[in-house]
């Protein structure tokens, strides 16, 4: 069975520090990767997603970047926190298009930027 | 671009029905997705319409009207465990867009 990790589960980083977030999913090959962050009570708002090794698409202008060095493994950077970047961040898979449409979601990190 | 409006809270009282609508603005549509979501939790998917009509889960169904751009879930026989966050989402071709989600309240 397929199963995604995300750690740490929470993070509490100064403003200006470093950021390094890992997803690493098992049981499947070439799952399509993707990263959510979630602010408190609102929706998901899509960060980047790749659909092989290398290959990162950025939704939203940002001081992250995103970086997938192996199939399943997805990490998400920044060199220096704003206290804008504080939320619930979730990584999910799916399988490429056609073959199926649900994305499985990770447990999610929870960084607070002070 | 892609857009999906839904309403923000809903309220609804144990063993009655509750119907959560979406409506979408899309430049790509493969389908309409179904999640739900409690507080502290990941999003667990519910469902997938492609197709016009209504697809049933058990307790849940899901219906999409392409011409409309207009989808509901219906969730029948309320439980307290029900009372959570659901957020509809656009299936694109390589990605999906998520709502802004709906926060239910299920009351005794």
């Known amino acids: 069975s397929q199963t995604i990790h995300q750690w740490p589960a929470t993070l509490v980083q100064p403003v200006g520090s470093p950021l390094s977030l890992e997803c690493t999913v098992e049981g499947t090959s070439n799952p399509n990767l993707y990263w959510y962050r979630q602010a408190a009570g609102r929706g998901l708002q899509l960060l980047f997603y790749s659909v092989g090794i290398g290959q990162i698409s950025s939704e939203v202008p940002q001081n992250l970047s995103a970086s997938r060095p192996q199939d399943r493994q997805f990490i998400l950077s920044s060199k220096k926190l704003l206290l804008s970047d504080s939320g619930f961040y979730l990584c999910?898979?799916?399988?490429?298009?056609?073959?199926?449409?649900?994305?499985?979601f990770g447990p999610g990190t929870r960084l607070t930027v002070t | 671009g892609q857009s999906l409006e839904q309403p923000s809270e809903v309220t609804a009282v144990e063993g009655a029905i509750v119907q959560i609508n979406c409506t979408y603005q899309?430049?790509?549509?493969?389908?309409l997705s179904w999640y739900q979501q409690h507080d502290g939790g990941a999003p667990t998917f519910l469902s997938y319409n492609a197709l016009d009509g209504l697809e049933e889960t058990g307790r849940f169904s899901s219906f999409l009207s392409r011409s409309d751009s207009y989808g509901y879930l219906l969730l029948q026989e309320l439980q307290m465990k029900d009372s959570a966050s659901y957020f509809c989402a656009v299936m694109g071709y390589q990605k999906v867009t998520f709502g802004t989600g709906t926060k239910l309240q299920v009351i005794p």
């Open positions: 899309t430049s790509g549509f493969y389908g």
């Open positions: 999910a898979w799916s399988d490429p298009p056609g073959q199926n449409y649900e994305q499985y």
